[in-house]
């Protein structure tokens, strides 16, 4: 099986396009056999690129944990470059099928090759039911956290600056949206899986803490449903710019700060979609043995 290492912001995936070669007959035993960086490739994941009876092309995303998830924002981006660059389709508006339906990208393209992509996230999902939570409120904006388990570190939460609040915002995949006065004093290790797993997400959810330093920038840490802490969340920064128009934090343009990189964030009116703009990077090309 021939596969692409390619990363958004670190957020790295092994990708394996259908187009020339078979599916894998159990893409998400092999996503967990893959991600795993000490006898796999090592990536947060796999993303299937097949071909689509209603777009350019298709992505299916794996988890690290093998679990399939909806949407990846930084992944999306990857999936335009390889379609682009492999000439799957030479055009710099594709339109690529997810879980969440089918989006347009637009492609910055240099020297042949495309170099960032900005991305219609489509519209945010704040219907509590549909994120889904049972959490109160629709939208779900500032209602209190959940109660953590003593057993975390004393005084974490003093000294990160919580605010004990949540929004969920949905981006075809669930997201939480917590804020802080220093994102790095979060131990994103122990509270990201105790959020994750709690009982008001039936689906599980993505986890983001997020300091705000002015209306039109915030710093982001991210726990990944499946994957665990991981340097960028594409939809999750979507998540984080809709839930600063909605709780009165951030503006409708953000520039959003990842471990992994930047991310341009614009939503410009409340019923509309979301725009993403960052990098799509191509790490090297292999052959996995196994492809079960």
């Excluded at 969920?168 to 939480?176: A, F, L, T, Y």
């Amino acid at each position: 099986m021939r596969f692409t290492k390619m990363h958004g912001l670190g957020n790295d995936y092994v990708y394996v396009s259908t187009f020339d070669q078979p599916t894998p007959a159990d893409p998400a035993a092999l996503s967990v056999r893959v991600a795993d960086r000490h006898f796999g490739v090592g990536s947060d994941g796999l993303i299937l690129i097949t071909p689509s009876a209603v777009a350019d092309a298709r992505m299916r995303m794996f988890n690290a944990d093998g679990s399939e998830s909806e949407m990846c924002g930084n992944g999306l981006r990857c999936v335009a470059k390889y379609v682009h660059d492999r000439g799957i389709a030479v055009k710099s508006r594709l339109t690529l099928e997810t879980g969440r339906g089918v989006l347009t990208v637009d492609l910055e393209v240099v020297a042949g090759k495309a170099e960032r992509v900005r991305v219609n996230m489509g519209t945010p999902i704040l219907d509590a039911a549909r994120i889904p939570t049972t959490l109160p409120g629709d939208p779900v904006v500032d209602v209190p956290l959940i109660e953590l388990p003593a057993s975390l570190p004393a005084g974490w939460a003093g000294a990160c600056g919580l605010d004990p609040r949540m929004t969920c915002v949905s981006m075809g995949n669930p997201h939480v949206v917590i804020y802080c006065a220093d994102v790095a004093k979060v131990p994103l290790e122990l509270v990201g899986p105790i959020l994750e797993n709690a009982s008001v997400f039936p689906k599980r959810i993505n986890v983001h803490f997020v300091q705000v330093h002015a209306p039109g920038e915030a710093t982001m840490r991210t726990w990944e449903r499946g994957s665990g802490v991981t340097l960028a969340c594409g939809t999750g920064a979507c998540a984080v710019a809709v839930a600063g128009v909605l709780t009165g934090r951030t503006g409708r343009t953000l520039l959003a700060h990842l471990p992994g990189g930047d991310l341009e964030l614009a939503w410009p009116d409340d019923s509309g979609a979301v725009f993403m703009t960052g990098p799509a990077t191509e790490v090297f090309t292999g052959t996995w043995g196994d492809a079960r």
